[in-house]
Each structure stands twice: as C-alpha cells, then as structure tokens.
C-alpha cells in the first residue's frame, strides 16, 4: 500500500501569546511543529507500514524552512519526502493549495492520502476534502481510527453527537483527528538517518503539472480585504487586591446580576 | 440593474434524522439580513428523506423559497451524494451566497462543494456584511494564529461561500405570518453515486448539558497550573449551577474534554456569566465567549489581553481567588 500524508508545519502556539501593546503576535521563541491533527495520520501511516509494510511518503508544501518537519517525520520512519516550495506558491487560499498538492500528489501514485483534519493555524479543515475532489477520490472526513480489510479501509468518521462506521475502497482520502493516535517519538537512529541516509526531494512548480491560474495569490478566489486587530470592547474595572478582597467584589456583582 | 436581484443568498439547512440543525436557522436569520440589504430572497436548501415537512418552519424562520430535495439515498448524511445534489442546484441557479453550518457535516461538505463548482470558500465566519459599495460580502474570520481578524472576499467567482460556526448568528425570531414557495426539485442520484458504505451508526449521548446553553460558566485555563485546578472551578460550578468549561490550551493538554472547550475550535458561548479563570485571552478564545453578558476574568498577568473584554478583571493567583469565592458564597449561603 502506498501513503501519502500531507502535513503542514505550524507555530506551537495554541494560546497565541500577543504583544499587549501593539496587539500583535509574538513570534519571538515559538517554535514550529508537525500540525497534530497530522501526525496523529502520520502515526496511522506508520502502523501500517509496521503492520503491513506500507510505504509512506511525507508531503509538504511551504517555504524552506518546512524542511525540518519532513526531517521529523522521516526520523519517525516515514520513507520518503517531498517538499513543495517555489515563490509562485506564495499567497495560497485552500482553493489554490489543494490543486498544487493535488498536482504533486498525482505525479506520485498512490493507495491512500491522510491528511490531518485542520492545522491549528489556519482551522479550515478544507484542504483535505478540497485535494479529495481534484483528485476525484472518495473522501472520509474526522477520523479517529482506521483498519485495513484487504483493499478496502473501516473507518470510524466522528460526529457531535455519534459515530459511523465506514468501508471505503481504496484509492480514497482520509482527514484525521488528533485524539486517532499518540504519535511515536523519532528514534535516535531515525533522526541520525534523517539528514544522514534519507533526503528530502524539493519539488518547485516546474516539477507538477498544474494549471497555473490555480496557483498562489493570483489563482486564490479568496483574497483577504483587509486585516485588522480585533477591536475590544471597552475594559471593565480591574481590581489588584487580596484573594478575599476580590471574592467580595465578585459576589457583590454577582448580586447585581442576580446570579446569586 | 443589481445583478443580486434574482439569484439570492442560500443556506444549506443541516437535518439530523430529519431534525433541523439550529445553527440552519441561525444561518437563515443571517441569511435574512443579508438579503434584505441585497434587495433579494433567502433560500432554504433542505437534503434528504421525508423532510418536506419542515418547510414552513423554515419559511417562518426567515426563508423566502425552500428547495426541496429528497431520495433515500439522501437519508443519512454521506458526502458524495449530497456534493453532487447540492453543486448541481448552485450551477443550475446561481446563487450569489451559499452559507453552510461549520458542524462536523458541514466542513465536510463545503469544501467539497467549493471545489466542484470552483470558488473560493471562507471557514468560520464571525461576521458577515455586505459591502456598500461592490454589494459583495465581506466575510471576517479569526486568521493567523487567531490574532488578527481578516476580512476576506470572494471577487470573481460565485457564490461567495462561507461556514459559520454553531451559536455565532442569531436566529429570528418566528414569524408564523411569513409567506414563501416551496420548490421540489428530484435529485438525478443512483447507487453510483454512493462510494463510502455505512456499516453501522452509533449515536453518543456523550453530553447531555451542552456549555452553550449554560447560564454560568467558569472557564479555565493554562494559569491553573495543573489538571487538579478544575476542582475548585467544579465547586463554584455548582455554587452557582453552572457548568465547567475552558480554553484549547487545556483541552490539548488532556485536562478538560473537547466537548468543553470555549473558542474558535470549540464552542461559541454566550452565558449570563462568564469566568475566566487563568485564561490569557488570545483571540481564538475571545472568538468564542465575547458575547457574554458579564465577564469576570482572574489572572495574574495584569497585562493578559482577557482584561481588555473583561466586565471585571481580579489580577491575581486564580487557586487563591476561586476557593476565597467559595468560601465567600457559602458564608452567604449559611447567614441566610
């Protein structure tokens, strides 16, 4: 069975630190990381190359730097990787993402795409189901486990209220949660054969075949207007006093409201 | 003349064992809004079987026109069949607005829609407005980590897509007195279309009291310093009958289950009350609470942005200030 994950690589923030003054993010000291809804497909791609010697292909597309999130998952036993980076890219909406992974990923080959649900970065969970349609692929969106039934997969795809349990025949595409797997740790021979035995290919736009009025900025239907930081509304109070102290405060305004 | 005249705002109406999905009529409230700017109507798209009876209700929520589009391959929600029912009625019509429920079916959904028919899509919407002067929609969502609102717009493709998530808009209230046209259209579907195969479909009553519909609610985050914090946030809880809930931070560290979780990727809330207790207030979180009525934020950081949309802000150490309010409400409770 041939993999292919698609994993992003994000700032480790899930409570964005900002700059109180200018309201702004703090990008000083965060650090990247793997996207977990990612490595949690990561980690199934994996099981089934220790279970049924799949062959799994890591891909990404981002600038130079995405090197060191494909490093990690070849440490972690991943076969291979490709990473898609060229300035034509620069700009993407989800629209003009999928079709360049979409691209990549037909020049490939595969059995089965994961990719993770959302990236905590972006939360629009679309390039996933958006690569399943260029691909013209059926599609499995929230996943939070997967077995293998000869050619076909049962997935257990997630609701608010509930389950389904799904057979889907491969070739498909599948989105992951987080809560699917505990990722594993890389290896210290991993991580040596990582930048040692193992490469990561480096693919621009003149190694896909895609249309180039779906690429980048330009070939994004969505643009963004205007950016702004969000305009609070006008601070309360703040009090700066003993534990009791402010116990009373809030109880008194809890009478005010008549909670209590 | 306004090219918005004759092609309408659409909301995809989300139904669950042929129950409507409140954040359909949510979305139609918006959806009213928005049309009634645009000088156009409001169109209700309803999937699946045996759900025509619920049109009326839908029209007394705000739709103008109800379409209509039942087979049994449409009973249960599977994304092939619904895709293609539902982008072959958007190139059919033309719409110029499609809004779709940001649930666990509707961001599966939309970008699959999105993508077959080639437009751009715009997740989470916060804010929907039209702009003045192109009459396009301006679709404002959480970007970049959260910390920056982006205004995003879709200028040459249509329709201009968004999902919203559940509890942001607000729906209308009922008007019986409302009038519409209820089109049935007969879906072109066959077992061909079907590519996935349910084998077996489990409901989970996991939460019987949702945090979105809590009058009180004492939120926690990382400034707890440990999962033990959520104890004390429990007993004020249940000092003020309200419900525990919290920030992703704690969520992603094991501390709190998903279904709790206050912000963007979680739920959006609107209690009388709101705690936040050690919560720093990124945006993310902010997204999903601001809409309290009062909000009491502890923190020990004077400077942490939650005090900028606090009612009242205590700096200071949230594992002394809750247990001091627990003893304050019970003093109350026993002099009474």
Redesign the interface.
């Known amino acids: 069975m041939r993999i292919i994950v698609c994993i992003k690589q994000v700032p480790d923030t899930t409570e964005v630190r900002l700059d109180p003054k200018t309201g702004t993010l703090i990008r000083e000291g965060v650090p990247s990381i793997i996207n977990p809804d990612d490595k949690s497909g990561l980690e199934a791609a994996l099981k089934l190359k220790d279970e049924k010697n799949a062959h799994v292909t890591v891909l990404t597309m981002g600038p130079p730097q995405a090197d060191v999130a494909l490093r990690e998952a070849l440490a972690m036993g991943a076969d291979k990787a490709i990473l898609l980076t060229d300035r034509a890219f620069a700009g993407s909406d989800t629209w003009a993402t999928s079709c360049t992974l979409a691209a990549a990923i037909n020049k490939l080959g595969y059995d089965l795409i994961i990719a993770g649900r959302q990236a905590i970065d972006g939360d629009t969970a679309q390039v996933g189901p958006q690569i399943a349609e260029h691909l013209k692929l059926p599609q499995v969106s929230y996943v939070e486990n997967l077995s293998v039934d000869g050619e076909d997969l049962i997935l257990k795809r997630v609701f608010e209220d509930g389950y389904h349990l799904i057979k889907v025949k491969t070739p498909c595409l599948i989105t992951t949660l987080k809560e699917m797997n505990e990722a594993r740790y890389m290896s210290v021979g991993g991580i040596f054969d990582s930048y040692r035995e193992k490469e990561v290919e480096v693919w621009s736009l003149k190694d896909i075949e895609v249309d180039h009025n779906n690429l980048g900025l330009s070939g994004s239907p969505t643009k963004v207007k205007k950016s702004f930081t969000k305009g609070a509304k006008s601070a309360g109070k703040q009090y700066n006093v003993e534990a009791k102290e402010a116990a009373k405060i809030i109880v008194d305004k809890l009478r005010e409201k008549y909670i209590i | 003349m306004n090219k918005n005249m004759d092609k309408g705002v659409w909301v995809f109406i989300e139904q ?1 064992d042929g129950e409507v999905q409140k954040v359909s009529l949510e979305l139609l409230g918006k959806g009213r809004q928005l049309a009634d700017q645009l000088e156009t109507k409001v169109t209700a798209l309803i999937m699946g079987d045996n759900v025509a009876s619920k049109a009326q209700e839908l029209i007394y929520c705000g739709a103008d026109e109800v379409i209509i589009a039942e087979d049994p391959l449409l009973k249960i929600y599977m ?2 069949p619904y ?1 293609k029912v539902m982008s072959e009625l958007i190139e059919e019509k033309n719409p110029d607005i499609v809004l779709i429920g940001a ?3 509707g ?2 959904l ?3 829609v ?3 028919v ?7 919407c916060t804010s929907l407005e039209i702009d003045e002067e192109t009459k396009s929609l ?1 679709m404002t969502r ?16 249509r329709p201009q897509m968004s999902t919203v998530r559940p509890g942001v808009m607000v729906e209308m209230e009922m008007d019986t007195t409302r009038k519409g046209e209820i089109v049935k259209v007969k879906p072109k579907l066959s077992n061909d279309d079907i ?11 996991k939460q019987k009291v949702k945090i979105e519909e809590a ?2 609610l004492i939120s926690g ?2 400034g707890l310093g440990k999962a033990e914090g959520f104890e004390s946030l429990k007993l004020l809880a249940t000092e ?1 009958g309200g419900l525990v809930s919290g ?3 704690v969520v ?1 560290a094991g501390w709190l289950d ?1 279904d709790y979780q206050v912000g ?2 979680g739920k959006t809330v609107r209690p ?2 709101y705690f936040a207790c050690g ?2 207030g ?5 997204a999903g609470m ?1 809409e309290s ?4 934020a ?1 923190n020990k950081n ?4 939650i ?11 949230v594992n ?2 809750i ?3 627990i ?3 019970k003093t ?1 409770k026993d002099n009474k």
């Open positions: 669950r994304t092939e895709t649930s666990s079916i961001r599966d939309a970008p699959r999105s993508a077959r080639y437009t751009g899509l715009t997740a989470d301006l959480p970007a970049f980590g959260g910390n920056i609102m982006a205004t995003i717009i879709c200028p040459d493709h590519n996935i195969e349910i084998l077996e479909i489990v409901k989970e009553k009058g009180v985050g990382r003020l920030s992703r931070a992603d998903r963007q990727t009388e009350v919560i720093s990124a945006i993310q979180h902010v601001e009525e009062f909000i009491i502890i004077p400077e942490a942005p005090f900028e949309v606090a009612d009242v802000g205590v700096v200071g150490d002394k200030v247990p001091a309010l003893e304050e409400l109350l």
